[in-house]
């Protein structure tokens, strides 16, 4: 089981930054997890935003967030973040921070089974 908690969230005008954290909070501390954020825009369906691999590597990222959004972890602080730059009207959405546990594959992570609640994300013109 794992326990994920979002922060970071708010609101910035177009062009600004924002950081997202994740504490992730394992059950049984001897599995490690892939993890991963996913959004979902109003009216819209959830999306995948960036995954990565149990050992923190490997950052895969969407299309539309490539060369603006940077994920990466801190295993000393069991921490995943989500650090977005060059924000835009199109990034406004709910952010969730996401974990499937080995073994799992980041790179094909399409329905993880652990989620946040959720962290709001607000870009105005």
């Known amino acids: 089981q794992v326990q994920l908690t979002e922060s970071g969230g708010g609101s910035v005008q177009t062009g600004g930054s924002l950081r997202l954290s994740c504490l992730a909070t394992?059950?049984?501390?001897?599995?490690?997890?892939?993890m991963g954020w996913f959004r979902q825009a109003p009216g819209k369906g959830r999306e995948k935003v960036a995954t990565i691999s149990s050992g923190g590597i490997d950052p895969i990222y969407a299309d539309f967030v490539k060369g603006r959004f940077t994920v990466s972890r801190d295993f000393a602080k069991n921490m995943m973040y989500l650090q977005m730059n060059t924000l835009n009207p199109e990034d406004t959405a709910v952010y969730f921070c996401v974990a499937d546990l080995w073994p799992c594959n980041h790179r094909h992570m399409d329905s993880p089974p652990y989620w946040g609640q959720g962290t709001q994300v607000t870009v105005s013109p």
């Open positions: 394992l059950v049984d501390t001897r599995r490690s997890s892939c």
